[in-house]
């Protein structure tokens, strides 16, 4: 089944605590994002990558790392997390995202973070 | 990208149609229009897209207005699966556009 699968689903730590939030897509897609979204601001870009490493700054990166050394996966890392960092965070995935035609971009379930 | 304007929530009786406006007035001549959806903080799902020409897919239909200005989203017999936030969103196709900008969308609730 074609997926794009983010671990953890859910994650409470403290702050200060480097984690990783790894995503993964089975669907040989060229490029691939991490969202985070809060209440009343939407989904936020914080980082994109259009190819194996290739990667670019989103709307909001400050406070976080990514890394692209397989064309499947797009771990996120957050190496000092603050409790700002508390949001529920989407990977998406699409076969690139440039050209016609269209290549909708495939999500996966979230990942919901806390940082006390 | 255009600007767009959403109600920010809307019901609809299951086994009709639901019909979600969008207001893109900005829209320039090579942005398409998307729509996603997203059930109870999963993660969103693509709809439909359509540049000028009205569109249907297994999961809806996209009426665009003459002037691009408007579009509404159609479900044609809506279910209780269907409750979700649509969003509608304005972007061009290719360059080096590389994200969606979802807004605060429409919250359908789907009732009895």
């Known amino acids: 089944e074609a997926q794009v699968t983010q671990n953890p689903r859910y994650l409470i730590t403290v702050t200060g605590k480097k984690l990783t939030v790894t995503c993964s897509q089975n669907?040989?897609?060229?490029?691939m994002s991490w969202y985070r979204q809060d209440p009343g601001l939407g989904l936020r870009q914080i980082y994109y990558?259009?190819?194996?490493?290739?990667?670019d700054k989103g709307d909001v990166p400050e406070g976080y790392k990514v890394s692209r050394k397989e064309k499947r996966n797009f771990p996120l890392i957050l190496e000092s997390p603050s409790p700002n960092q508390t949001s529920l965070y989407f990977c998406?995935?699409?076969?690139?995202?440039?050209?016609?035609?269209?290549?909708?971009?495939?999500f996966g379930d979230g990942t919901r973070l806390s940082i006390l | 990208d255009a600007k767009t304007t959403q109600p920010p929530s809307m019901d609809c009786a299951e086994g009709r149609a639901a019909n979600l406006p969008c207001n893109h007035s900005?829209?320039?001549?090579?942005?398409?229009v998307y729509w996603y959806r997203q059930i109870h903080s999963q993660g969103p799902q693509y709809i439909i897209h359509?540049?000028?020409n009205n569109e249907t897919n297994e999961m809806a239909s996209l009426i665009i207005t003459e002037d691009r200005k408007s579009s509404t989203l159609i479900l044609p017999h809506a279910t209780l699966r269907d409750t979700a936030v649509y969003y509608c969103?304005?972007?061009?196709?290719?360059?080096?556009?590389?994200?969606?900008?979802f807004g605060t969308g429409t919250r359908l609730q789907v009732t009895l």
């Open positions: 998406a995935s699409s076969l690139r995202m440039t050209g016609i035609p269209y290549q909708p971009q495939h």
């Open positions: 669907m040989n897609h060229e490029y």
């Open positions: 990558s259009m190819n194996v490493e290739v990667t």
């Open positions: 900005t829209i320039s001549g090579n942005e398409y």
């Open positions: 359509g540049l000028k």
């Open positions: 969103i304005v972007r061009a196709l290719g360059g080096t556009a590389s994200k969606l900008t």
